[in-house]
């Protein structure tokens, strides 16, 4: 289970492959001026534009623009002289070759996760296997939430043309690729790699860290799973980044910065207001500088500010606010697009409250139950704290730069990201979730890598960096470079959250019962004591693994009883899996996971499958329910 196998080799070939695809797309729309990292996530979100639009508007199958995207960014990028060159391909060799133990680790990922189950796997299998959007009068969509965004499911889509079975295990590759890639960004800013250029070994190991063991956000079973949480991590890297470099130069880049919008705005639902709260950091940032007295010049060696005026802002203050709207018409058309169809399909999402009904006496809950995550998850939140109060320290030294500028950035999104959630809990959150203030940390990693990269500026702009000798230096990559090979070995059992107990229990049940299955069958599940999570896990591998059974018509109840069986042959259904069966139930085997078949009036055993004792050897995590699986809690 921890190794690759050939069929998981060809998945990790087909990430590569689309990654290369959406960068050559980048290429054809802004040409090479941006870093190649940047460029991956600019074609994405012109496919995202592309599939949304074709999807909403088109009844006809996606495969028709996703086959002709391919085809134009491959003519495109050589239309325009978009191939990277040599030093290009010098980088992208680099990073993939340091980022190979990770791809050799995560290569067998399996689906994990509770929203991977209830909606976010469903609805990528849907587009491989329907080619369309869901909606009424279309095929049934076996999802708790149909409508939700899809800008992520039409990368697995991508791959799901060339390998029907891609998305199971590619949707948590793909995120690994754009965690990769924001390694060879961060790499490229650190090392001041220029045109022509390629980050050395050193610097690449110490991006690829950045962005995952070094990312104090980093949690490897929600940002390598299929979950969103990466997706809008990188793509508020991706953005920080292009607006702070448009503010130092022209032409602005407002298209690139439009396009990375585009892919982030529906990657959850609240991807709109990361787009908004990054548009206003990006403009607070710029106005912070206009209003910043230019610092006083330092004394020769001192520092690295050697003027008594900043670096002009490209276009000015009223220019900043120009970038910021015509940069988020793409995500705001796509935006309009998705509403559309969420609108006319009939199809279900998560809603936000009425707003006659937003929750605006829970903000003192909320607002203490944020102190005590900050409390309880201090290390993370002091890093925020120590890159907000860096800012003003490297602004005196060295004035207005990208580094500044980005730590200005940094926090200013900080800010504006917080009043969004703010809004998020009145609004959209029910009861206990608002006041609790549900999921704050997950949702504050969403700058997770921005603050990386944040801090590791903060550190040059101090001149924290400049205290190590060169010697020190030669010594810390060597270092790096040997921990990024090691680190994902090492590491093993977190990154592979996928065989935690007792996940690998409900996998093997899965396998048990597919030879008894054939497609539309009608099935019992009886899963005594389950909270609905080991039905929505054993479904799902059933519905949308290989071998897949599709369309099976499954019955699921938290107990296992003769009232029960009387229940499920009253309705029609003659097969009955029990996952774990009580002493006496008609007949069937105790305290093991059995099939049985209704057959002339009786209940029999088909098939049976004791737990093995080494089972409850092993650690359990509380991902699923285990009663279901003949263990008490």
Not at 357 to 379: C, D, E, F, H
Not at 422 to 430: A, C, D, E, R
């Given at each position: 289970m921890y190794l690759p196998n050939l069929h998981n080799l060809v998945d990790v070939g087909i990430v590569w492959a689309i990654g290369l695809v959406m960068m050559l797309a980048g290429s054809a729309m802004v040409g090479r001026r941006l870093p190649p990292e940047i460029r991956i996530v600019v074609g994405w979100g012109a496919f995202c534009l592309v599939m949304t639009a074709w999807g909403v508007l088109s009844g006809l199958s996606l495969a028709i623009p996703a086959t002709a995207f391919v085809i134009s960014a491959i003519t495109g990028a050589l239309l325009r002289s978009g191939l990277p060159d040599r030093a290009e391909w010098s980088g992208i060799a680099g990073l993939l070759v340091l980022s190979l133990p990770f791809w050799l680790v995560m290569a067998p990922i399996r689906p994990a996760e509770p929203d991977t189950w209830l909606n976010i796997l469903p609805n990528a299998v849907y587009l491989v296997d329907h080619g369309v959007l869901p909606a009424a009068g279309r095929p049934d969509a076996h999802s708790f939430l149909p409508a939700a965004p899809y800008n992520t499911q039409f990368l697995a889509y991508l791959g799901g043309l060339v390998e029907p079975d891609f998305p199971a295990g590619g949707m948590s590759l793909v995120n690994l690729l754009l965690l990769v890639a924001s390694g060879g960004l961060f790499a490229r800013t650190i090392a001041g790699t220029g045109p022509g250029e390629a980050p050395g070994w050193a610097a690449t190991a110490l991006g690829i860290l950045l962005a995952t063991g070094l990312n104090l956000g980093f949690v490897p079973r929600i940002h390598l799973a299929a979950y969103g949480e990466t997706g809008l991590a990188v793509t508020a890297l991706m953005a920080g980044w292009v607006f702070v470099e448009a503010l130092e130069r022209r032409p602005w880049p407002v298209?690139?910065?439009?396009?990375?919008?585009?892919?982030?705005?529906?990657?959850?639902?609240?991807?709109?207001?990361?787009?908004?709260?990054?548009?206003?950091?990006?403009?607070?940032?710029?106005?912070?500088?206009?209003?910043?007295?230019?610092?006083?010049?330092?004394?020769?060696?001192?520092?690295?500010?050697?003027?008594?005026?900043?670096?002009?802002?490209?276009?000015?203050?009223?220019?900043?606010?120009?970038?910021a709207i015509l940069a988020v018409l793409p995500a705001v058309l796509v935006f309009l697009l998705w509403r559309f169809h969420v609108s006319t399909s009939g199809m279900d999402?998560?809603?936000?409250?009425?707003?006659?009904?937003?929750?605006?006496?829970?903000?003192?809950?909320?607002?203490?139950?944020?102190?005590?995550?900050?409390?309880?998850?201090?290390?993370?939140?002091?890093?925020?704290?120590?890159?907000?109060?860096?800012l003003p320290i490297a602004v005196r030294r060295v004035g207005w730069g990208f580094g500044t500028r980005f730590?200005?950035?940094?926090?200013?999104?900080?800010?504006?990201?917080?009043?969004?959630?703010?809004?998020?809990?009145?609004?959209?959150?029910?009861?206990?979730w608002s006041s609790e203030a549900h999921s704050f940390y997950r949702y504050e990693t969403h700058l997770s890598l921005v603050l990386s990269l944040a801090l590791a500026l903060a550190v040059r702009e101090t001149g924290l960096a400049a205290r190590l000798t060169p010697r020190c230096w030669g010594i810390a990559g060597r270092i790096v470079t040997v921990a990024v090979l090691v680190t994902p070995v090492a590491c093993l059992s977190l990154?592979?959250?996928?065989?935690?107990?007792?996940?690998?229990?409900?996998?093997?049940?899965?396998?048990?019962?597919?030879?008894?299955?054939?497609?539309?069958?009608?099935?019992?599940?009886?899963?005594?004591?389950?909270?609905?999570?080991?039905?929505?896990?054993?479904?799902?591998?059933?519905?949308?693994?290989?071998?897949?059974?599709?369309?099976?018509?499954?019955?699921?109840?938290?107990?296992?009883?003769?009232?029960?069986?009387?229940?499920?042959?009253?309705?029609?259904?003659?097969?009955?899996?029990?996952?774990?069966?009580?002493?006496?139930?008609?007949?069937?085997?105790?305290?093991?996971?059995?099939?049985?078949?209704y057959d002339d009036g009786t209940w029999r055993a088909v098939a049976d499958w004791p737990y093995p004792p080494t089972a409850n050897r092993s650690r359990w995590q509380h991902i699923l329910s285990w009663r279901p699986l003949c263990r008490a809690e």
């Open positions: 298209l690139a910065l439009g396009l990375v919008f585009a892919a982030m705005v529906e990657i959850k639902q609240s991807g709109f207001g990361l787009v908004a709260a990054c548009a206003a950091a990006g403009v607070s940032a710029a106005m912070l500088e206009r209003l910043t007295p230019p610092p006083d010049p330092l004394p020769q060696g001192e520092g690295e500010f050697r003027g008594t005026t900043p670096p002009p802002l490209a276009g000015g203050g009223q220019g900043v606010f120009a970038l999402e998560l809603r936000p409250l009425p707003f006659d009904q937003w929750q605006w006496s829970n903000l003192p809950a909320i607002l203490g139950a944020t102190l005590r995550t900050v409390a309880a998850k201090g290390v993370y939140f002091a890093a925020v704290a120590a890159a907000i109060a860096a730590l200005a950035f940094h926090a200013a999104l900080e800010l504006w990201y917080f009043l969004f959630l703010l809004l998020t809990y009145v609004g959209h959150f029910p009861g206990a990154l592979r959250f996928d065989l935690a107990m007792p996940q690998p229990l409900v996998w093997d049940l899965a396998k048990n019962l597919v030879p008894y299955l054939h497609d539309g069958d009608r099935l019992a599940l009886l899963l005594p004591g389950d909270n609905g999570s080991v039905a929505t896990m054993l479904g799902g591998v059933l519905n949308d693994t290989a071998p897949v059974r599709k369309n099976l018509e499954l019955l699921v109840r938290d107990r296992a009883d003769a009232a029960t069986l009387a229940e499920a042959a009253a309705q029609g259904y003659r097969l009955a899996f029990v996952s774990c069966t009580p002493e006496g139930l008609a007949g069937l085997p105790a305290q093991a996971a059995v099939l049985a078949k």
